[in-house]
């Protein structure tokens, strides 16, 4: 059960972090996997068309693109 409330504005390196800072972001971690694993597949890409469109060719942006629709399963069939 998650106590710690995150304050930070970001994160730079875990030597900062209080014991229970890290604790909780392993709980949330643990809690983000488990979500994720309960959700099906077709329930997040089903019946949904992605599309990308860049004005500027660019590899790394269309690449980290891809790969974040990958991981929402919006794999081609």
């Known amino acids: 059960m998650m106590t710690?409330?995150?304050t930070r504005k970001d994160l730079l390196g875990m030597r900062e972090l209080s014991r229970?800072?890290?604790n909780f972001v392993l709980e949330t971690a643990?809690?983000?996997?488990?979500?994720?694993?309960?959700r099906s597949k077709s329930f997040r890409a089903a019946?949904?068309?992605l599309v990308n469109f860049f004005v500027e060719p660019?590899?790394?942006?269309r690449?980290?693109?891809e790969l974040a629709a990958f991981r929402l399963s919006?794999?081609?069939d």
């Open 4 to 6: 710690t409330r995150w």
């Open 20 to 22: 229970d800072e890290i």
């Open 30 to 38: 643990d809690a983000l996997r488990k979500w994720k694993l309960a």
């Open 47 to 49: 019946w949904k068309t």
């Open 58 to 61: 660019s590899t790394r942006t």
């Open 63 to 65: 690449t980290s693109f």
């Open 74 to 76: 919006a794999d081609r």
